[in-house]
């Protein structure tokens, strides 16, 4: 997906963009603390919590609202 960047007056992927950036970021930093968690934790509670993140990690990261917001 293409979003408008009216800065450089052109059309650049959404994951190029200053604000998908930041999330990748903060979604790579909370599974650096998860897996610092994860291992002093028994085995079946470190994969509850290794599904838990990557379900939220991918609700983060979604890009269906940026498909919504950018409809004309």
Not at 9 to 20: F, K
Not at 60 to 71: G, K, M, V
Request: hydrophobic share 50%.
């Amino acid at each position: 997906m293409y979003v408008y960047d009216e800065t450089n007056n052109r059309w650049i992927p959404l994951r190029h963009t200053v604000e998908y950036i930041k999330k990748k970021k903060l979604v790579r930093d909370a599974w650096i603390v998860v897996g610092i968690v994860m291992g002093g934790l028994p085995l079946p509670f470190a994969v509850v919590l290794a599904l838990l993140t990557t379900f939220l990690s991918f609700m983060f990261l979604d890009e269906s609202s940026y498909s919504d917001a950018f409809r004309g």
